[in-house]
């Protein structure tokens, strides 16, 4: 359940990026910091 929840607020943040920055991470962001983004969620929510 939690976990489930962590995946939800993951791509709640997901979505935000995408809105207001896709256009800049495209370029600048590459594809990894979406799973850098994620474990950093997870590790902090477990901590």
């Keep these: 359940?939690?976990?489930?929840?962590?995946?939800?607020f993951t791509i709640c943040c997901r979505v935000a990026d995408?809105?207001?920055f896709?256009?800049?991470?495209?370029?600048?962001?590459?594809?990894?910091m979406q799973?850098?983004?994620f474990a950093v969620l997870f590790y902090i929510y477990h901590a």
Excluded: A, N, T
């Design 18 to 20: 995408y809105i207001h």
């Design 35 to 37: 799973s850098v983004d």
């Design 22 to 32: 896709y256009k800049f991470r495209q370029y600048i962001f590459p594809c990894y």
């Design 1 to 8: 359940m939690e976990f489930r929840v962590l995946v939800l």
